[in-house]
């Protein structure tokens, strides 16, 4: 595993490579290191937590560990709070969440309790909204435009008039610490 800031997606499922390869599409290379590699083959949770070395600046695994189920989904694995505890969430959920547990904006404790009956973390509809109003966050690009903004300021919109625009659609205006609002 990386012992730098980007956070893992690891690939332990090697049964459908053309869905790998939509997943990888739909991701994006710009948050994440891509392992691929037949020996992370069927690893458990325990396995690969094991292998997270100190010193890791990532809170989080990203698994891509099942392409057999008709949603595209991928288990997050904290490797902070309780290492080894799972949640499963779409694609752009995951990348939303690795944004804010990277700045400690939010916990594991807050997505596993924001999952919904289906077990599975989802953006809202709000959260769609608010991201588009910071500035261009889209399921495939970068993460650091949202949370930097293209000033380079942390906690500033990636566009000038993001926050304003975002009060004007009946969104809550964010406090400037956070990069990527929170699950409403």
Do not use: C, K
């Amino acid at each position: 595993m990386p012992a730098n800031d980007r956070t893992p997606l690891v690939r332990t499922d090697f049964s459908d490579d053309g869905a790998w390869q939509a997943l990888r599409d739909e991701i994006g290379d710009d948050w994440v290191v891509v392992v691929d590699d037949p020996a992370y083959r069927g690893l458990s949770v325990a396995d690969l937590v094991a292998l997270v070395p100190d010193g890791r600046l990532y809170p989080a695994l990203v698994l891509a560990d099942d392409f057999s189920a008709g949603e595209r989904t991928v288990l997050l694995v904290d490797v902070v709070e309780e290492p080894g505890r799972t949640l499963r969430a779409t694609p752009d959920a995951a990348r939303s969440m690795i944004s804010n547990l990277s700045i400690q904006n939010r916990t594991f404790d807050d997505y596993v309790t924001s999952a919904g009956p289906s077990g599975v973390y989802r953006l809202s509809d709000r959260h769609r909204q608010a991201l588009a109003a910071l500035g261009g966050f889209s399921s495939v690009g970068s993460s650091r435009a949202v949370a930097l903004g293209r000033s380079g300021s942390v906690g500033e919109p990636a566009q000038a008039g993001g926050r304003a625009e975002a009060q004007q659609a009946g969104q809550r205006a964010e406090p400037a610490q956070r990069s990527v609002p929170p699950e409403a």
